[in-house]
């Protein structure tokens, strides 16, 4: 097994140094409404893509509530010279899910066609899966599809439920878009563990996650091995102030996560 995929580390903007900064620079989510009020941030992953990383800017509908226009997400995208754009979704609900991207993506094409758009393949059950999966797949403007964390307890055979499930079922059934780049957002209920499996699917191009850094703050060290076990843990727009001595754990906590997703990317500190 020698893929690797790509793991972007998600922290508050106040530590983007300490935790987000890549050696060599690969990839980056980033969140639009922060791009378009806070400069530190904004410069910072600027920076990064100056050094070559890719930058991929989300709407804002988890953080916010709601995605915000295609007007901002363009501007944000600009900012910080993105690459990508990552259309709303609707959780548990690929039709609404359809709605909202065919949306988005008519206002932003309207406007700028320089940008790949991510699709979110979510869904309430293996049917509706199936079919929103093959709409996005035969969709013209869909350049990437993210496929979200597996959360919660659910069968091990259930491709709407069960990421790892649903990865192997489109590898198994020929159903990769070579057009198409494939993204995991998140970790989901066995953390790091996943990637291992992930990681034999070579068009898995990345992962991101706050896990590492939420964790590490509150003290707990994510092992290579396992086991995977995740508290309830604040949000990452909660996390307020981390203390210092916690910092080294956290730095171990993202090593972790890419050893097990096969990357060599450090932070620079840490290189």
Request: charged residues 25%.
């Amino acid at each position: 097994m020698t893929k690797s995929i790509a793991f972007s580390a998600i922290a508050p903007p106040d530590y983007l140094d300490a935790f987000v900064a890549q050696e060599p620079a690969s990839v980056h989510h980033v969140a639009a409404q922060r791009v378009l009020t806070d400069a530190a941030y904004r410069t910072f992953f600027h920076r990064e893509a100056q050094r070559g990383a890719e930058i991929i800017v989300d709407n804002g509908v988890f953080e916010l509530g709601h995605a915000l226009p295609a007007a901002d997400l363009i501007a944000a995208a600009r900012m910080v010279d993105a690459r990508e754009i990552i259309l709303p979704d609707v959780m548990r609900d690929g039709l609404a899910t359809i709605k909202s991207s065919d949306e988005a993506a008519r206002e932003i094409l309207e406007l700028s066609d320089e940008f790949r758009l991510c699709v979110v393949l979510h869904a309430a059950d293996d049917q509706e899966w199936l079919r929103c999966y093959d709409y996005f797949a035969s969709s013209d403007y869909v350049g990437a599809i993210a496929l979200p964390a597996s959360r919660r307890p659910a069968p091990e055979d259930q491709l709407c439920r069960t990421r790892w499930a649903a990865t192997q079922y489109l590898e198994d059934h020929g159903m990769i878009e070579d057009r198409i780049v494939y993204r995991l957002l998140g970790l989901g209920r066995t953390g790091h563990l996943e990637l291992a499996e992930q990681r034999e699917h070579e068009w898995i191009a990345s992962v991101d996650g706050a896990a590492p850094v939420i964790l590490g703050a509150m003290g707990i060290e994510m092992l290579p091995d396992g086991p995977y076990e995740k508290p309830p843990t604040p949000r990452i727009e909660n996390l307020g102030p981390i203390p210092e001595e916690r910092f080294d754990l956290i730095r171990r906590n993202i090593a972790v996560v890419r050893e097990a997703a096969g990357s060599s990317v450090r932070i620079p500190e840490a290189a």
